[in-house]
């Protein structure tokens, strides 16, 4: 299923659904957003960015949308795998610096 | 593999000691950053240098320091260690300043005991 709405620290997913990921951004003047996805025991690792010129981008079964009106980013998985498992950050540039959101744990059903 | 390396992988040591950590960034990166990363905290920026300078600072304490060596490798000291300090610490690098994908390396797990 999917989970739209207010930020959640966790997310439960049935394999092969898609999964929504949301994220609540503080700075108005951020113009630069990225995803990050974080496994058990490892460093963040990049999944997609996107400039505030943009309201959408897409990937590799990935989508992030940007809402500027309200502050508001939101990940995308389809088909979400066992592989997508892990805790997602939302991360916004303002003056070089790199802020990350709290993160939501995902976990994958099989 | 990010291509940023991180020593040593863990750390474990008393309060009130001294410890280093090393980060070699990506080939071809000027920037390095480090962020601590605790479970109150979340991810925190701690400070970054471009080229051998610092460039911008977060919330870093004065007991601690780093520095970019001429070969863009970077290590941070933490001094007075107290146990609030046990945490994953995170270096990343990026090509250029800003707006910049930043790439992460394995962390280093610090115990302070």
């Not at chain 1, 981008?57 to 309200?70: P, Y």
């Not at chain 2, 000027?30 to 605790?38: A, C, D």
């Not at chain 2, 991810?43 to 870093?60: H, P, S, T």
Request: charged share 15%; aromatic share 10%.
């Amino acid at each position: 299923g999917e989970s739209v709405g207010l930020h959640l620290p966790t997310l439960s997913v049935q394999e092969g659904d898609n999964s929504i990921i949301n994220c609540a951004y503080s700075n108005s003047a951020s113009d630069y957003f990225i995803w990050y996805k974080q496994e058990s025991g490892k460093g963040p690792q990049f999944i997609i960015d996107i400039r505030s010129n943009m309201d959408k981008r897409q990937g590799q079964r990935v989508t992030v949308l940007l809402n500027k009106t309200v502050k508001h980013l939101s990940l995308q998985i389809a088909a979400t795998q066992p592989g997508d498992s892990a805790v997602y950050f939302c991360a916004e540039i303002n003056d070089y610096k790199l802020s990350f959101g709290a993160g939501t744990t995902v976990t994958v059903r099989a | 593999d990010s291509g940023v390396t991180q020593t040593p992988k863990h750390l474990i040591t008393a309060t009130g000691q001294r410890v280093t950590l090393r980060c070699s960034p990506r080939s071809g990166d000027l920037s390095v950053y480090w962020y601590q990363q605790s479970l109150d905290q979340g991810l925190q920026f701690l400070i970054q240098y471009y080229n051998g300078e610092e460039r911008a600072k977060g919330n870093i304490l004065e007991r601690f320091s780093a520095q970019q060596f001429p070969d863009l490798h970077s290590e941070l000291n933490l001094s007075s260690l107290e146990l609030g300090d046990s945490a994953l610490y995170f270096c990343a690098s990026s090509v250029g300043l800003a707006e910049n994908i930043q790439y992460f390396g394995a962390g280093t797990r610090l115990s302070v005991l």
